[in-house]
C-alpha cells in the first residue's frame, strides 16, 4: 500500500512571496490532516478535512493560509504572503478511522 | 486545556538496558493515547495506542506503553533498547466529542541509544 505522498520536499523562500503544498492520502482514506511543526516542537494541527469538507480549521491563520481538498482526495496548502516565522516542515496525513493517522515525509520550509 | 507533558528532551541508554520514555496528558473526558516515532528527514510513524481496555498496549518494533488513569500517564517502554531505536519520539492525545482524531502532541523525546 502506497503511503502519503507530498511534494516538494524542500523550499526556500522570500518573505512575502506565495508558496504551496501538495499532498496525496492512501487510498480509501477519507480524514486528512495538515500540520506545521516548528523545529523543536510537536506537531500543530492546521486544518482538517473529511472527504472534501473542513472538519477543524480553528488554528489555521487564514489571514494568510488556506487549504482546499478537491473532490475528498489530493489536498494543497497554501501560504500568501510567507512570514519568517512560518520557516516549518508541514506534515500531511491521513486516516481512515480516525484514530491512526498515518504521515507524509513532509515539506520543510525556509522563509528568508 | 488539552495538553501532552514529555519531561524529558533527552534520554540516553545503553543497548540491552531498558528504556522509558515518560509521558502525562491532561484532558476533559477520556483520552486516547497515542506514540509516534520520527527518524531524521523523514514522517511521523504511528507506534501504539490505547483507545479502551487492558491498560498494557504492545506496539512495532518491540515498544509498549501503559496506559495510567490515576497518575494521567502513558509511558513508552521497552525492555530491551537497540541501536536503531534512536529516534524523536511523540506522545500524543485525541479526545472524543471535539474533533474526531484531533492530535495534540507533546514537545518530543530525543531517545540516544550508544553501542
Known amino acids: 500500500e502506497a503511503g502519503v505522498a507530498q511534494s516538494p520536499r524542500y523550499k526556500i523562500i522570500e518573505k512575502r512571496q506565495s508558496v504551496a503544498f501538495w499532498c496525496n492520502p492512501i487510498?480509501?482514506?477519507?480524514?486528512l490532516y495538515w500540520y506545521q511543526q516548528i523545529l523543536g516542537q510537536g506537531p500543530k494541527l492546521l486544518i482538517q478535512f473529511q472527504n472534501n469538507g473542513v472538519v477543524d480549521d480553528s488554528q489555521l491563520p487564514k489571514d494568510r493560509f488556506s487549504a482546499e481538498r478537491l473532490k475528498g482526495v489530493d489536498s494543497t496548502l497554501k501560504i500568501q504572503p510567507a512570514k519568517l516565522e512560518d520557516s516549518a516542515v508541514y506534515l500531511c496525513?491521513?486516516?481512515?478511522?480516525?484514530?491512526?493517522?498515518?504521515f507524509g515525509p513532509g515539506t520543510r520550509l525556509t522563509v528568508t | 486545556a488539552q495538553s501532552v507533558a514529555q519531561p524529558e528532551d533527552q534520554v540516553n541508554v545503553a543497548e540491552g538496558n531498558p528504556l522509558t520514555v515518560k509521558c502525562t496528558y491532561s484532558?476533559?473526558?477520556?483520552?486516547?493515547l497515542f506514540w509516534y516515532v520520527q527518524y531524521p528527514n523523514r514522517g511521523l510513524q504511528f507506534l501504539l495506542k490505547y483507545i479502551t481496555g487492558d491498560n498494557l498496549v504492545k506496539g512495532s518494533y518491540g515498544f509498549e506503553a501503559e496506559f495510567n488513569k490515576s497518575q494521567t500517564s502513558f509511558h513508552l517502554k521497552k525492555p530491551s533498547a537497540l541501536v536503531s531505536d534512536s529516534a524523536l519520539y511523540f506522545c500524543?492525545?485525541?479526545?472524543?466529542?471535539?474533533?474526531?482524531?484531533?492530535?495534540?502532541f507533546g514537545k518530543g523525546t530525543k531517545l540516544s541509544v550508544k553501542p
Open positions: 496525513a491521513s486516516s481512515k478511522s480516525g484514530y491512526e493517522q498515518y
Open positions: 484532558v476533559s473526558g477520556n483520552p486516547y
Open positions: 500524543a492525545v485525541s479526545f472524543y466529542g471535539g474533533s474526531q482524531g484531533n492530535l495534540i
Open positions: 487510498s480509501g482514506h477519507a480524514t
